[in-house]
């Protein structure tokens, strides 16, 4: 199984200011027929279901605020918000679909400082 | 609007069954494949199984193999998760989600999720 590891566990950032999430993939998750990062990020609020913000690593989904933004390739990933807002407040998971079994990230707890 | 709705979660005893069902709406049902997806309080998210849009290839993680049977209903727009031999490992909230149209098979849209607690 590919193991997913984020870091940090936790975060907090002050409101307007940058937050940053990694994630480590044990093996490439690049598919070299469409050279494609088989890579997404989820946001889950309390009480809420999972939301997905971004896909292919770095392709956000309709509607998510351009604020936030997926990087990297290969093993190595980031998602960055670039100006914090309380509704930011989340724990963020990454989560391989290149490989069966699909696996996920510890998740990552974002806070206002 | 695409939307999934869970039902069947509850209290169940240790070595007990449950059955899950998740009904769909707002999409073309029968072709997407779908997924559960559970999130264990106070953890984080854990893929369980999947199955095709026909309904022909399954799969599961390794901890509910033999155990759980992920089925689908395309006439009746309805995901199902039979659970037997259920463990208190087993209690999470289930979410029924599907993979994205397209050639991306990311998870695009999740139900509320339903709870499952394993417990005598």
């Known amino acids: 199984d590919i193991v997913m590891t984020q870091s940090p566990d936790s975060l907090a950032v002050s409101l307007g200011e940058r937050a940053t999430i990694n994630c480590k993939s044990s093996q490439n998750v690049l598919n070299s027929y469409n050279n494609k990062n088989y890579l997404a990020w989820y946001q889950l609020k309390p009480g809420q279901p999972p939301k997905a913000l971004i896909y292919w690593a770095s392709t956000r989904e309709s509607g998510v605020p351009d604020r936030f933004s997926g990087s990297g390739s290969g093993t190595y990933f980031t998602l960055t918000i670039s100006t914090l807002q309380a509704e930011d407040v989340a724990v963020y998971y990454c989560q391989q679909y290149h490989s069966l079994p699909y696996t996920f990230g510890q998740g990552t707890q974002l806070e206002i400082k | 609007e695409v939307q999934l709705v869970e039902s069947g979660g509850g209290l169940v005893q240790p070595g007990g069954s449950r059955r899950l069902s998740c009904s769909a709406s707002?999409?073309?049902?029968?072709?997407?494949?779908m997924h559960w997806v559970r999130r264990v309080p106070g953890k984080g998210l854990l893929w369980v199984s999947h199955i095709s849009s026909d309904g022909s290839i399954t799969y599961y993680a390794d901890s509910v193999k033999g155990r759980f049977t992920i089925s689908r209903d395309n006439a009746m727009n309805t995901l199902y998760l039979q659970m037997n031999s259920l463990r208190a490992e087993d209690t999470a909230v289930y979410y029924c989600?599907?993979?994205?149209?397209?050639?991306?098979?990311?998870?695009?849209?999740w139900g509320q999720g339903t709870l499952v607690t394993v417990s005598s």
């Open positions: 989600t599907r993979d994205a149209p397209g050639p991306t098979n990311h998870l695009d849209h």
């Open positions: 707002g999409f073309t049902f029968n072709s997407n494949w």
